[in-house]
């Protein structure tokens, strides 16, 4: 049996993290084998281009930017992510290529297209099972951002048109597969969040021939 891929996206302060924490927690009681992984990170080479990108007071042109997240992308799928697909393994990774699209596609304003084709090298085939999409309003994620820690990053301190523009190049690419796109208000309680991420995602993994220990 192949494993399975499921990605966490959304505008910044969604609170992919904490879903991602309680959905592997799901998972190890079940019990499955899980790994938790980061975009752009999850190999030595991804953490040193993820420090560049997200860095303050790095100057990146939308193109470098773009290609910057696909070489980071490269590596973690070929060193992490399709070893762990082979081995059967359920990977849940806070984002993946979506993002690159919503992010530099419409927030850069490089186009969507022109973004998907630059990954494809990057991707070898490999793409998600599920995706879930933690809508939230970009004032309302970027001020929890900034009441979770001190400072922002160099994403998160671009200014509202751009998180704007990221939200709708979200909102495009659930809209076109509605199939993969599981959409969920980040708004709601951390619990009823929760509940419908690992309902959902029981589902995929009966569908898909994984065995489950009791309800969700």
Known sequence: MTGLLITFEGPEGAGKTTQIQLLAGYLADQPLPVEVLREPGGTSLGEKIRNLLLDPEQEICPGAEAYLYAAARAQLVNNVIKPFLDQGRIVLCD??????????????????????????????????????????????????????????????????????????????????????????????????????????????????????????
């Open 95 to 216: 984002r993946f290529a979506d993002a690159s699209i919503a992010y530099q596609g419409w927030g850069r304003g490089l186009g969507p297209q022109r973004v998907k084709e630059a990954n494809a090298l990057a991707l070898d085939g490999i793409w998600p099972d599920l995706t879930v999409l933690l809508d939230i309003a970009p004032e309302a994620g970027l001020q929890r951002a900034m009441d979770r820690r001190a400072g922002l990053d160099r994403i998160e301190q671009e200014d509202l048109s751009f998180h704007r523009a990221v939200r709708q190049g979200y909102s495009e690419l659930a809209g076109a597969e509605p199939a993969r796109f599981l959409v969920v208000d980040a708004t709601l309680s951390r619990e009823e969040i929760s509940q419908r991420i690992s309902a959902r995602t029981a589902a995929l993994l009966l569908q898909k021939g994984f065995g489950l220990r009791g309800e969700v």
